[in-house]
């Protein structure tokens, strides 16, 4: 990961003063590098030894974090967040002109690094990620303020903008490796079903969590009328009373400064927060699971562990 974070701010690097300068605002808000550090704990689970240069590896540890933070960037500036990871975001420091033009910049970046590994097979994966993550973006747009979104639905929505990342990021560990496609596929669906989980869990914090712990404004999914696992639950089983009130502050998009203390009462009564959270426990167990085609190892049984602690954060 010192090697990963080293090609991370090397590359963030421009004559164009500011692109570091926004970069250098990223970097300073930390976040937990799981992308990266997932590419590269797969491709020590598959046994990939490093060269002379920089590792493989590392280098597209770096790319897939680019793109997560391309994604970030711009979903910071759809969503009109003001925090991330419990600082400004980049674009309520430098505006909205900047954040685009910048993720614009990383995206450029990951392509770069792609083209550099020089495998087709690499390139086709993040490539493909990239484009399900814009699909996915595009796919929650739509079903925003809709309460009519069915399951099926919302699900393809958090495995594009989340879960095709997280397993591409693993994918390319077995990749470069060279191992088998049982290993590469093992892989796939670990990082795929991890993803889901993660994302599950986010959806359940936004209604559940400390903002200070949260590291962004909790309600964000709420005021922007974004259709998310716990408000499905809560409206499912609502009463009509209770329906009427989701109508209003997430269909008519009209709420005032209690809503939100109500919306979250409300999800707890119905308890959307525990369906939410035993759904990802399932695909935490799945991809756990879908690491046993591996020899037992201290390192299978960490990456194991990674995604029973995604589940733990919602606790």
């Known amino acids: 990961m010192a090697a990963c974070n080293r090609a991370i701010v090397a590359r963030m690097d421009s004559p164009v003063a500011l692109i570091p300068q926004l970069a250098a605002h990223l970097v300073a808000a930390g976040g937990k590098r799981l992308r990266p550090l997932l590419t590269l704990a797969s491709a020590r689970l598959c046994g990939y030894e490093a060269g002379h240069g920089v590792p493989r590896h590392v280098n597209l540890a770096a790319c897939v974090e ?3 933070t391309a994604t970030l960037l711009h979903d910071d500036v ?3 967040s003001q925090l991330r990871r419990g ?3 980049a674009n309520a420091v430098f505006g909205n002109k900047a954040s685009v033009l910048v ?4 995206f450029a970046r990951s392509f770069q690094l792609m083209t550099e590994d020089g495998s087709l097979r690499v390139m ?3 490539s493909n990620a990239s484009a399900t993550i814009a699909e996915g973006e595009v796919l929650q747009m739509a079903t925003q303020n809709d309460l009519s979104t069915p399951m099926d639905r919302y699900l393809d929505v958090i495995h594009g903008k989340t879960a095709a990342l997280f397993a591409a990021a693993c994918q390319v560990g077995a990749v470069v490796a060279a191992r088998p496609q049982a290993e590469e596929q093992a892989l796939q669906a670990y990082g795929d079903n991890l993803g889901m989980a993660f994302q599950l869990v986010d959806d359940a914090l936004d209604y559940a969590a ?3 712990e949260l590291g962004k404004t909790v309600g964000d999914d709420f005021r922007e009328g974004k259709i998310t696992l716990p408000v499905l639950a809560a409206y499912g089983a609502g009463d009509e009373t209770e329906r009427a009130f989701w109508r209003r502050v997430i269909e008519q998009s009209s709420q005032d400064e209690t809503d939100l203390d109500h919306a979250m009462d409300l999800i707890a009564r119905r308890g959307g927060i525990e369906i939410t959270l035993q759904r990802a426990r399932h695909y935490a167990h799945a991809a756990r699971d879908a690491l046993g085609v591996f020899p037992d190892s201290r390192l299978r049984r960490l ?3 990674i995604a029973l602690y995604t589940v733990s954060r919602g606790r």
């Open 87 to 89: 600082l400004a975001s």
């Open 210 to 212: 400390d903002q200070g």
């Open 103 to 106: 993720g614009d910049f990383l």
């Open 303 to 305: 990456m194991g562990d």
């Open 66 to 68: 680019f793109i997560h």
């Open 78 to 80: 759809v969503d009109e």
């Open 124 to 126: 086709a994966i993040l």
